[in-house]
């Protein structure tokens, strides 16, 4: 999980919301484009274009405004608009017979408790990553890492798969040390258009690590 640091609302977004008055007052039912779309926008520049809990790639698939504390849920009605509460993830659904994942799995639940947001400074310590693709908490007595892990359905196969498939070229036995610090160096630079390389936080674990 790659820590988001959240920018100011966009301007139209903002003035979207200034139009309150006594006869109409902005809503989430009532959020629609070009404000949406550009909240969406900024949404993916922040986070560099990777899904907000699994960090896989969603410039050309699927993904949907993200809630951290749940619209639904009456004691954060209040936080639906608000900019600081909204991420964007893949989704919105998997495909039918598969586990679903990150805000998908997440649905209505949350704890503040037992959740670890990418908006948490500490949450890329918070996760180790294994050669096989599985994502763990970074200490055994984490409870609050493994909550997460759980109720974002963050090592369901699908992710273990992906992720495993990169770690194989993250860790290729066929160039020597050097060219896998090298490779996993560049990997976690920022492309030029602002995004990031999927599974930014798997990559990093494996340079810190092993190339330290």
């Known amino acids: 999980m790659k820590h988001i640091h959240k920018n100011a609302d966009p ?21 629609q484009d070009p404000q949406k779309a550009e909240v969406k ?16 790639d969603i410039r050309n ?16 009605s209040g936080d639906e608009l608000h900019y600081g509460n909204l991420l964007c993830s893949c989704g919105p659904k998997s495909k039918k017979g598969t586990p679903s994942h990150c805000g998908d799995k997440k649905g209505d639940w949350y704890d503040e408790h037992n959740f670890i947001s990418p908006l948490t400074p500490d949450c890329e310590d918070r996760f180790n ?8 908490p970074n200490r055994e007595d984490d409870n609050v890492a493994k909550v997460t892990i759980d109720k974002l359905g ?21 160039i020597n040390e050097v060219e896998q610090k090298e490779f996993l160096t560049n990997y976690i630079e920022t492309n030029t258009d602002g995004s990031f390389n999927e599974f930014w936080t798997t990559a990093n674990h494996f340079l810190r690590n092993n190339f330290a």
């Open 11 to 31: 301007n139209s977004f903002t003035d979207w919301k200034l139009l309150a008055n006594d006869d109409w007052q902005p809503s989430w039912l009532n959020f």
């Open 154 to 174: 963050l090592n369901v196969p699908s992710l273990i798969a992906l992720r495993r498939a990169r770690i194989d070229v993250f860790l290729d036995s066929d």
């Open 129 to 136: 990553y294994t050669a096989y693709g599985e994502i763990i």
């Open 61 to 76: 698939t699927e993904s949907h405004i993200e809630h951290i504390r749940p619209r639904s849920n009456p004691v954060y």
């Open 41 to 56: 926008k900024s949404l993916l520049a922040e986070q560099g274009s990777i899904c907000c809990y699994c960090e896989k």
